[in-house]
């Protein structure tokens, strides 16, 4: 795996919260940083998307406007990637966030020429503000920068150690898949993304690593060690 020459890493929210399960565990965060510097300093090109569950989950409020929800949501990001770009500059790795919409002084404007001169000055990428439009999930939003920054993977860091074939919460006979097809994905509904996401990445030839954030060096290890999840292949 360590052939890729670039990555998306998708962080949940939830798992950078930790067992608090809202805001951050800075030891988790500190730990993934850690574990980002150490890829970025094998040469290893991180553009890195975070969800917003940690601080709001609009969708399970029936009093709000929906676009105004998913607005709050794409805020919620943009909070997750300051906090979690100044966690990774405590390390020692220079970061730049880029946003859909302006944000003042905050995050840039993403553009792709922008995201590949970080990268060549080597620094780590966030991609905050989802798609910067409502209706659209973060799992849209990091497939679309993969797809645009033309990412080798996409990684999926989650509070689950890989993709089952149901609940593992609900159900204590669920099977963990250690490799499975995009198209089984969309055939058997296992929702490792959303729908809209799953297709963008079975049309574009993306495949995803799919493993528990909270694993022992579980970022160096999926792309230079044992990979302890499942790997969706296209």
């Not at 996409?154 to 099977?175: E, M, T």
């Not at 049309?203 to 909270?214: C, D, G, H, R, T």
Request: hydrophobic share 40%.
């Amino acid at each position: 795996m360590a052939d890729y020459k670039r990555v998306l890493l998708k962080l949940s929210g939830e798992a950078l919260a930790g067992e608090k399960r809202h805001g951050f565990d800075e030891a988790t965060c500190v730990e993934a940083a850690k574990q980002v510097k150490a890829v970025v300093d094998k040469g290893m090109e991180v553009g890195i998307v975070i969800g917003g569950g940690n601080f709001w989950r609009g969708r399970t409020s029936e009093t709000i406007d929906r676009t105004k929800a998913d607005q709050i949501g794409m805020l919620a990001t943009v909070m997750n990637c300051i906090y979690t770009s100044e966690i990774l500059r405590s390390v020692g790795l220079e970061t730049e966030i880029f946003t859909p919409f302006a944000c003042g002084s905050m995050t840039k404007l993403f553009s792709k020429d922008a995201v590949n001169e970080a990268f060549k000055c080597g620094k780590a990428v966030f991609f905050a503000g989802g798609t910067g439009h409502p209706y659209f999930s973060t799992d849209t939003g990091a497939a679309l920068r993969a797809i645009e920054i033309e990412a080798d993977a996409i990684l999926l860091a989650k509070a689950i150690d890989g993709v089952y074939d149901s609940d593992p919460k609900v159900n204590a006979n669920a099977k963990r898949y250690d490799e499975v097809t995009i198209q089984e994905v969309l055939d058997k509904k296992l929702q490792v993304i959303d729908l809209t996401a799953t297709i963008m990445c079975m049309e574009n030839k993306v495949p995803l690593l799919v493993f528990a954030l909270n694993d022992k060096d579980s970022i160096v290890n999926t792309l230079y060690g044992t990979f302890n999840g499942t790997k969706v292949t296209v």
